[in-house]
Structure formats: structure tokens, C-alpha cells
């Protein structure tokens, strides 16, 4: 093993209202693979941040590079050598391979660029890879195995000392990820240390030197892989503080309201799941898994392929949003900035919207909008003046209150929430978290998708894991356990 | 009744708002300078012809068909679109009414008639394409502008077509021999009527009709009005389509009052609707805006005009001023929608911060 290129000590971030991290030490070696491990929000996206420069971390903590103390700015970290591969391509499609690589750091003499010395070069790497693309092609024409392919070069090109994989194989098929990995255990022979995020345990193992585990923004353990095994990895990613866990009121199951048979659309795949009333339904799977595209189409935010949508015994074509709400379907989405507020109206024309739907005749009075408004405000105990308060000046959990109100306004019975507390702070969860036990108290049915564990663990009767693009476990009763949900989710547990 | 008392809320929201208060605001201050020096420096001793009575009924009846115009265009905008066709829409309007009367043998209420559903069929087309293909309304519609010109100019063989009077009732007084206190005659042409009755009429669609909300709902936040059950591609088409109903009328009411159709008629009118529009608060991002703000946008667009022909300023001053006061108006307007922004965005920060602080605090 080389010498140590990284060193991190002592590295905390705060967000307003979150520790993301939490003191943490990390090291890389020259021609190490190093992965880190956690579940979604244990803090590894902040951690690569920082060390490609895009986050600063909080003051007390020191970063090192090559023994020298180092301030990591999105500059200077590329100028020490440091290159992030992100999870989406960074690629300009209609520019050569040889243009791709050399976007911005083109090799010139006098202002005239060098082409002959830069498709050299290209070839070069391309050889050591062995790649067999060609440097003239178009970018646009490679598979997105060759694309990742191109951003290796890049960083082989111009001789990078850390490379950071962020999720680098999520969609690609499985000779494409055994290709990949090859790669990767090539590159650190070259002396370059790896830092390397993945979800899939079954490629951490295959290639990891060392691994780091992060829980909660906490450094849980950092061992040489050989040390430990999967389901040792898995037990020390879960298990958090019991303050963590939300204790709900939980009621009787009613009658099945809403029966889906083999759903497919949006990339998803042959769906079958039931919802009754009274429970949450609980839907969990790392991020990208495809819970949100399942809601949207379920709610008729996407055609549906195949399969049947059976809403209170009957079957229906959910064709879009219009029969959805007209059968008592409701949809708090995932953004609420971008799909479930108009940011620029006031909370009373926010909470009256979805109602026009169902509500009768042509007219709404505006006195009638400002009541309801002023009326769900007092019932949900948003923070706000009056009705008239434009949405876009609210806090995350006083806006997610106007979203919960515009559907309480529809009278809608089986409610999707998806991400409910996402961006919102503590008091304010604990507060969404009553007035969705409040629903199942009222007989409603309620799909909850989560990548929040403890609420997902806490909030839910029964729980479907997906993982890409469909189901892959239910847990429900004593089965409802972080350990199963994540061996479901990454593919460790085989149904 | 209970409409009365809506109305009194409504006023209290209004006020509360304050998004007209800018342009009513401008037009008070411009009015009030132009008097002035007029009554000072232009004709000394007399009444200010500026605020008589036939005047400010003469800026009423210029603007009507611009005025008509830009309600439609409000709907568009708010809707989340643009409309840069309407002017040679009004040029076609105007140029088929009067050749199908004149040379096609048509009566006049079927020379009207058709006009009108040309009108519509024309702004239809553009919408179905503008809500189903989900093209730029700016491109489309520029499209309609040059297509619009070019039929024009082929129904008439790029003649001029005089009406003969025809449509002389829809422009004559309905009062007569009535003077006012700078001694000159009042006018009151029936179409003031019509501006003024699409305006009532459009206001009670916008602020009372779930059709209206639906509208500004789809204009702020498209995606979201799609999920809140709203026909967002049938909002948008339906928006083009009643603009092309409200650009017939507002082209038959220029007709009335030029009695020749040439192709200028509509040139360049699209701008001053727009404008109009946007004085009025219409954001071109959608969402925002209300049909008392357009009405007073337009017509503070024509009093800029009047007032300035009264000072005997030459016009090539005169589109530098209007061009100065519309960026003065709608720049001070987000000036001031900034101001106020920043103002709520601190009070939402120190109570965000006071609730986390309490927060824990309570949990500790």
C-alpha cells in the first residue's frame, strides 16, 4: 500500500438544524479503494463534498493532502488532483471522445489547439484501459458504460492523485459493472487512491481495501475489508439511538381500499400490494429504487403499461390526476417546492386548489377560500399570520402543512406520502407524524414512502422494499426491523 | 346581500395587497404634472384640457380596443403564455371584415360573425399546438404574427377596403350636444361599453370562477396544477382561444372608428397590449397579475400619449417617455415586490430559527 495521500481529521458540517457530520477521521492511501458505507442520510454525500471542495466543513476540523494542511475549494482541490465522478454523466454529447476529455484544459500552442497530441494521448489511456473506443467518436454514441469509461480517461489523462466514485454503476447491467470494477482495481495500481460509494454491498466487497461505515453523520467503524463480514456491515449501518424512533398509536386494519395486481409503468416493474384502512403502508428502498415513480403512476402522473389498479373493490384506469383525486386519492410528492405548492399564492388559494375538483359549481367566492384557508391553518396548526401569507415565505414544515391541507380538502381517504419530513425540522416532524396518526384514527388508508429509516421503521404497519423498480420484500409485525429492510433493499437477503 | 359584502372583503384584500396601488399611483402623479404644467405654461388662464371631461372619455375610448385586447392577453400571461400574434390578428380581422362586406357579398353581421371565428379558429390552431406539443409560446405565436400578415395581405391583394360607413353605430355618440367645462363636446362611443363590460366581466371570472383560479394556478406552478387535478393543456388552450374572441371585438371596434381597413391598423398593437398588460402586474413568468391592474395598466398607456399631445410634445418624444416610463414602472414594481420579499424572508428566518431554538431547548 502507498503512502497516505488524504488525511481528514476531526470533520464536522452543520446545516441549519442538522449535524451531517459528526467529528470524522478519514484517511486514503495512494492506490487504495476505500469505501464508504450507510444508509441514505449517514452523511457520505457530505463527506465526498468536502473533500472535492464543494462544502466547507465546519471550523475545528483539518484536511491534509500529501502531509500539508490544505483549505479544499472546488478549485484548488482539482489543482491538487482530486476528481469527482458523479452518479449523472458529465459528458457533452456532441463532442469527440478526445473533445470530451480535454473540455477546457485543451492542449494549445499560440491559441491553436493540438489536436494530434491530444488524440494521442487519448488513445493512450484508452489502451491501458483496454478500451477499444475510438477517440473520434461522438460522445452521444457511446453506451453510458463508455460514457463513465471517458471520465476515467479524463482523470488518467490528466494524472489525478484521488478519484471520488460516487454510485458509479446505478443503472448498468452486469457485464457493464464487472468491466467497471476491473477498471477501477487497474486505476489504483496506477498509485491513484479510490474513494468509492455504492449501495451494492456484493461490489464493496469485491473491491474495497478498506471500508469506512457512517451512521448518522457518526464514524462507526473503520476496518480493512477482510476484517469484516456482510452481515456484520449491515448490523453496524443500522441500529440507532432509540430517541431516533417515533412511538405511534396504532389502530385495527380496516377493509382493503386500494388492491394493486402486477403494475407496470415508469419504471416499474409487476407491483402487487394491498392497502387497508387505518394502516401505513411503508415503502422502503435506497434512493432511485423507484417508490416515487411507482406513486406517480399510481396517481396517473404516468401511462401505465399493464396491470390493475383496484381502488375501493372496483377496478378503475387511472389515466391522470383528475380520476385519482375524483377516487379519493391523494398525493403529497416528494418536492413540494416544485409539484405541490404554488409558491407565488397565498395559503388559502394553495389549501382550495385540489378542491375545485370536487367540489360543486362553477364559482368559489373569495370570502369562502379565505375561511377555508383560515380554517386549516387553525386545524393544522400552521405557523402563519393569516390565509393571505404568500406559501414561498413559510418555513419547510409550515409548508408542508398548506400541502397536507390542500389534500384534507379534498376528502380524500387513501393519502401517498411521499418523503413526508423531508427538509423539515424535528418539532415540526413530530407534528406531521400526529397528523398522520390522526388520518388512520379517522379510518383513512395511508402509502408512505421514506428513506428516512427510523420513520419508515416507526411509522409503518407494514413495510415493501423495492429495489430496482420493484418489489423485492415485504416485512410487517415483529419483521419490521432496520436489519431486514436493509438486507431487502440492498439485494444482501434473497426472497 | 352576501355579494356586497364579498365586495367589501374584496376591497380590504385589494388594499391589503397593494399590487394596483403602483400603477394607480403613477397615473394620479402623471396626470396631476401634465395638468399642471398645461394649466402653468401651455394655455395659461384656461381649463386644463387634460382633466376635462371629454378628454379623459377620449383616452377611454382610444384605449378600448387595446384595453379589450389586453384582458386576453392577461389571460394568456397569467396562464404562463405570450401572444405576440394579436396585432396582425387585428390586421386580418379588420382587412376580412371589410372585404367579405364589401367585395364577397356577405351582410354585415355575417361579415362580423365569420371574422370572429376566423379569429378564433386562428388562435385555437396556435393554442392546440402551443398546449399538446408543449412548443415555446413565444415561437409559436410568433409564427401566427408572420402567417397572420401574409393572409391579410391576401384577402385584400395588400389593397386598402373602406367599410362606407357602415359600422358608424358601434362609434357614434350616444350622447349628444353635452359640454363640458372646457367648453368642448363629450363623445361616448358605444364600445366604451363593451371594454367596460369585458373588464367587469373578466374580473368576476378571474377572482370568483374556479375557471380563474385554475388559471393561476396553472401560470405559477404547472407541474403542481397538473397534480392538483387541473386540465393544465385544456387551461391553456382554452386561454388562446378566448383571446382570439376578445382580439375579433377589439379589431370590429378599431374598424368602427377608422372606417378604412389597412394592414397597419394592427402593426406594432401587440406591443402596446403587452405593455399594458405587464404596467398592469402581469408577471410574463405567470401566476400573477389581476384584470383592475390591466385596466389601469392600458389605460395609463394611452393617458402617457394623450397627456404628452397635450403639452404638444412631438411624438418621437413621445415613445422615448412611454419607453422610460414602462421600464420605470415595472422596475420600481419589482423593486418594491423585492423589497417586501427580503422583509418576510428575515421575519421567516428569526422565526425559524426562534422555533429550532426552542425546539431544542425542549428537547434537552
Known amino acids: 500500500m502507498g503512502q497516505e495521500i488524504l488525511k481528514l481529521s476531526g470533520i464536522s458540517k452543520t446545516f441549519p438544524g442538522v449535524k451531517a457530520l459528526d467529528g470524522i477521521d478519514f484517511s486514503l492511501n495512494a492506490g487504495e479503494i476505500h469505501c464508504i458505507c450507510g444508509e441514505n442520510g449517514a452523511g457520505k454525500s457530505t463527506l465526498i463534498k468536502i473533500v472535492s471542495g464543494a462544502y466547507q466543513p465546519d471550523a475545528g476540523g483539518e484536511v491534509q493532502f500529501e502531509g500539508a494542511p490544505v483549505t479544499l475549494t472546488p478549485l484548488s482541490a482539482m489543482d491538487l488532483g482530486i476528481q469527482t465522478i458523479y452518479q449523472e454523466h458529465t459528458i457533452f454529447g456532441p463532442l469527440s471522445v478526445t473533445e470530451n476529455i480535454f473540455v477546457g484544459m485543451e492542449i494549445a500552442d499560440k491559441g491553436f489547439m493540438k489536436f494530434a497530441e491530444m488524440k494521442r494521448r487519448t488513445q493512450e489511456v484508452l489502451d491501458f484501459l483496454n478500451s477499444s473506443i475510438d477517440p473520434d467518436e461522438l460522445a452521444e454514441n457511446l453506451s453510458s458504460g463508455e460514457q463513465k469509461i471517458i471520465e476515467f480517461a479524463k482523470a488518467l489523462v490528466f494524472e489525478r492523485k484521488v478519484i471520488i466514485l460516487d454510485e458509479p454503476t446505478a443503472s448498468f447491467s452486469m457485464t457493464e459493472i464487472d468491466n467497471l470494477l476491473g477498471i477501477v482495481k487497474k486505476i489504483a495500481e496506477r498509485g491513484i487512491g479510490i474513494i468509492y460509494i455504492s449501495h451494492h454491498l456484493d461490489e464493496v466487497f469485491r473491491i474495497a481495501d478498506r471500508i469506512t461505515i457512517l451512521r448518522d453523520g457518526k464514524l462507526i467503524n473503520c476496518c480493512d475489508a477482510g476484517d469484516i463480514t456482510e452481515p456484520e456491515l449491515v448490523r453496524q449501518m443500522v441500529g440507532r439511538d432509540a430517541s431516533a424512533f417515533y412511538n405511534r398509536e396504532h389502530f385495527p386494519p380496516g377493509e382493503i381500499v386500494l388492491e394493486v395486481e402486477k403494475l407496470t409503468g415508469n419504471g416499474v416493474y409487476d407491483i402487487d400490494f394491498n392497502v387497508r384502512r387505518g394502516e401505513i403502508l411503508g415503502f422502503a428502498g435506497m434512493v432511485g429504487s423507484g417508490r416515487s415513480e411507482l406513486m406517480t403512476l399510481l396517481f396517473g402522473g404516468a401511462p401505465k403499461i399493464k396491470g390493475s389498479v383496484k381502488v375501493f373493490g372496483k377496478e378503475i384506469d387511472i389515466k391522470n390526476p383528475q380520476t385519482a383525486i375524483r377516487h379519493k386519492m391523494a398525493y403529497i410528492t416528494e418536492d413540494r417546492q416544485h409539484t405541490g405548492l404554488f409558491l407565488i399564492h397565498t395559503i388559502a388559494r394553495n389549501t382550495i386548489i385540489a378542491n375545485l375538483l370536487v367540489s360543486s359549481g362553477s364559482f368559489y367566492a373569495p370570502k369562502r377560500e379565505e375561511r377555508i384557508g383560515a380554517e386549516y391553518i387553525e386545524k393544522l396548526g400552521t405557523k402563519a399570520e393569516n390565509a393571505e401569507v404568500l406559501v414561498g415565505n413559510l418555513s419547510g414544515g409550515n409548508q408542508q402543512k398548506v400541502v397536507l391541507a390542500k389534500w384534507f380538502n379534498t376528502e380524500g381517504e387513501i393519502f401517498i406520502f411521499d418523503e413526508p419530513t423531508r427538509g423539515i425540522d424535528v418539532g415540526a416532524k413530530q407534528e406531521i407524524y400526529q397528523l398522520m396518526t390522526d388520518l388512520l384514527r379517522d379510518n383513512k388508508a395511508i402509502i408512505m414512502v421514506s428513506s428516512d429509516m427510523p420513520e419508515v421503521i416507526s411509522m409503518s404497519d407494514r413495510i415493501m422494499v423495492m429495489k430496482d423498480g420493484r418489489i423485492v420484500g415485504e416485512v410487517s409485525g415483529d419483521g419490521v426491523t432496520e436489519e431486514n429492510v436493509l438486507e431487502y433493499s440492498i439485494g444482501g437477503k434473497k426472497i | 346581500m352576501s355579494d356586497t359584502a364579498e365586495r367589501l372583503g374584496q376591497k380590504k384584500f385589494q388594499f391589503h395587497w397593494n399590487a394596483n396601488m403602483n400603477v394607480l399611483l403613477i397615473l394620479v ?177 378571474m377572482r370568483f370562477s374556479k375557471y380563474g383560479r385554475r388559471i393561476y394556478a396553472v401560470g405559477a406552478n404547472r407541474q403542481a396544477a397538473y397534480l392538483a387535478g387541473i386540465n393544465v393543456k385544456n387551461v391553456i388552450f382554452s386561454t388562446y382561444i378566448i383571446n382570439g374572441a376578445l382580439v375579433a371585438v377589439a379589431a370590429l371596434c378599431l374598424l368602427s372608428r377608422v372606417n378604412t381597413a389597412i394592414i397597419t391598423v394592427g402593426q406594432n398593437l401587440e406591443i402596446d397590449v403587452i405593455a399594458s398588460a405587464v404596467l398592469g402586474g402581469v408577471a410574463l413568468s405567470g401566476g400573477k397579475g389581476n384584470i383592475w391592474g390591466v385596466f389601469l395598466g392600458a389605460i395609463l398607456l394611452g393617458m402617457i400619449g394623450n397627456g404628452m399631445n397635450m403639452l404638444r410634445i412631438n411624438a418621437e418624444w413621445q415613445y422615448v417617455t412611454k419607453g422610460l416610463i414602462i421600464i420605470g414602472a415595472v422596475s420600481a414594481a419589482a423593486i418594491v415586490a423585492e423589497v417586501q420579499s427580503k422583509r418576510q424572508l428575515k421575519a421567516k428566518q428569526e422565526a425559524s430559527a426562534l422555533e429550532s431554538a426552542l425546539n431544542s431547548a425542549g428537547e434537552a
Open chain 2, 29 to 205: 402623479v402623471y396626470i396631476i404634472i401634465i395638468t399642471i404644467v398645461q394649466a402653468v405654461s401651455i394655455t395659461p388662464g384656461k381649463f386644463p384640457t387634460m382633466i376635462s371631461v371629454s378628454n379623459l372619455v377620449n383616452v377611454l375610448s382610444q384605449v378600448s380596443a387595446p384595453g379589450i385586447m389586453a384582458m386576453g392577453m392577461a389571460l394568456i400571461m397569467i396562464a404562463g403564455g405570450i401572444d405576440l400574434s394579436v396585432g396582425m390578428l387585428t390586421s386580418f380581422v379588420v382587412l376580412y371584415a371589410a372585404k367579405s362586406f364589401r367585395d364577397f357579398g356577405l351582410s354585415l353581421p355575417m361579415a362580423l360573425l365569420t371574422a370572429v371565428l376566423f379569429a378564433v379558429a386562428f388562435e385555437a390552431g396556435m393554442g392546440f399546438v402551443i398546449s399538446r406539443i408543449n412548443v415555446e409560446p413565444f415561437i409559436i405565436t410568433l409564427g401566427g404574427m408572420i402567417c397572420f400578415r401574409g393572409v391579410a395581405l391576401l384577402v385584400t391583394h395588400s389593397q386598402e377596403v373602406s367599410m362606407n360607413n357602415a359600422m358608424d353605430p358601434l362609434k357614434n355618440t350616444v350622447i349628444v350636444g353635452v359640454k363640458d367645462q372646457a367648453n368642448l363636446a363629450v363623445n361616448v362611443p358605444p364600445y366604451i361599453f363593451l371594454f367596460l363590460g369585458i373588464t367587469v366581466v373578466m374580473w368576476i371570472v
